[in-house]
C-alpha cells in the first residue's frame, strides 16, 4: 500500500507564513512529479505547484514569489513554504506524487487527504 500523509495546516493572519509537508510511504519503487493542488470553497481544484523530478518547479500564477514547492529525495516528502499569505490562499490543500509501486511498471498519481489552510484576520 502506498499512502500520501499531510501536515501543517492551520489558521494564519493575512501576510503570515505557514509551511505544508507531505510524506509518501509504503511499497514505492520510484516517484517522479510531486507536487500541491488546493480548492477553495465553491471552486474547482487548481494546481498550485509541481516540483518535477530533475529539479525544476512550475507554479501557479496567482502564487508565483509567494509559495515555493520544495522536495526532499532522500524522505519521499514535498514541502510548500507559504508566505505573504492573502485572504484568497484560503483553501483546502492536497498533495499529489506520481509514483510507481514495487514489482509494477506503471505510474499512477496518489493524493493525500487535504489539509485546511485558512488565511483570516
Known amino acids: 500500500q502506498v499512502q500520501l500523509v499531510e501536515s501543517g495546516g492551520g489558521l494564519v493572519q493575512p501576510g503570515g507564513s505557514l509551511r505544508l509537508s507531505c510524506a509518501a510511504s509504503?511499497?514505492?519503487?520510484?516517484?517522479?512529479?510531486m507536487g500541491w493542488y488546493r480548492q477553495a470553497p465553491g471552486k474547482e481544484r487548481e494546481l498550485v505547484a509541481v516540483?518535477?523530478?530533475?529539479?525544476?518547479?512550475d507554479y501557479a500564477d496567482s502564487v508565483k514569489s509567494r509559495l515555493t514547492a520544495s522536495r526532499d529525495n532522500a524522505k519521499n516528502t514535498v514541502y510548500l513554504q507559504m508566505t505573504s499569505l492573502k485572504l484568497e490562499d484560503t483553501a483546502v490543500y492536497y498533495c499529489?506524487?506520481?509514483?510507481?509501486?514495487?514489482?509494477?511498471?506503471?505510474?499512477?498519481?496518489?493524493w493525500g487527504q487535504g489539509t485546511q489552510v485558512t488565511v483570516s484576520s
Open positions: 499529489f506524487a506520481e509514483m510507481r509501486r514495487l514489482g509494477t511498471i506503471r505510474w499512477s498519481n496518489y
Open positions: 509504503g511499497s514505492i519503487s520510484s516517484i517522479n512529479n
Open positions: 516540483n518535477r523530478n530533475g529539479g525544476s518547479t
